[in-house]
């Protein structure tokens, strides 16, 4: 991944044992209100909730703040699409947080999950509709802060990236080329397995002066993940 010179790129690593932990406090905590969260779910909210705290104390304020999700809706068009069909057919989700009361683990999570819980498609015009209506919504200044107040979130989990043998064996780690738009929404976060299977790898994109507050970042992860590099 090429990065400009605003940006900076950080590995954390989470062990499946730990997002389970979390998982199931979150559980506890919503009186079992969020059905059976995936540990994507968890680390996605844990990722933006963080994020969005650090910022605002950075900043000293709160800003309207926005959770990008991309979701894969290949498996959601009614009929089924062929497993032949190339392409991929993604639809991004958003929440959006206007206070920083929203930022609870719990209520992102519950968010997320709501949002993914998506009807299925009758075709693929509706998904070029969904789309069209929510860059509409990007373009025309309706939501406050939506351009530094965005992180993007891609999760290539259950994708057999590290079992692939081209003949040398398994590969001992993957990554993926990320390339970044020009625009203000750079920020955000990739998730994949680790090669072993037993956590998950997300590469941080920050702009660099976010990195200022890592540190208020590590003290929120230390105890469920540790940095690669």
């Known amino acids: 991944m090429k990065l400009s010179n605003s940006l900076v790129s950080k590995i954390f690593v989470f062990p499946n044992s730990k997002l389970s932990a979390l998982k199931n406090k979150v559980a506890f905590a919503t009186s079992g209100s969020i059905n059976n969260p995936t540990l994507v779910e968890i680390l996605t909210s844990l990722l933006y ?8 104390t950075k900043s000293g304020c709160f800003k309207p703040s926005y959770l990008f999700f991309m979701v894969n ?32 683990l719990t209520k992102v999570a519950r968010d997320l999950r709501k949002k993914l819980q998506f009807e299925e498609m009758q075709n693929v015009q509706q998904l070029v509709e969904y789309t069209k209506w929510l860059m509409g919504k990007l373009g025309n200044g309706e939501l406050e802060n939506v351009g530094k107040g965005s992180y993007w979130c891609s999760s290539f989990c ?70 690669r590099y």
């Open 158 to 227: 259950g994708f057999p990236f590290n079992k692939q043998d081209f003949g040398w064996g398994k590969p001992m780690g993957t990554t993926l080329a990320i390339r970044l738009p020009k625009s203000e929404y750079r920020n955000g976060f990739v998730l994949m397995d680790t090669a072993d299977g037993d956590g998950i790898e997300v590469m941080m994109v920050l702009e660099k002066n976010a990195w200022i507050y890592l540190r208020m970042i590590r003290r929120c992860f230390h105890i469920v993940c540790k940095i």
């Open 49 to 56: 909730k963080t994020t969005v705290e650090a910022a605002t």
């Open 73 to 104: 809706v290949r498996d959601k068009f009614v009929p089924k699409l062929p497993k032949s069909t190339v392409g991929t057919c993604v639809k991004a989700i958003m929440i959006a947080t206007h206070d920083i009361s929203e930022t609870s």
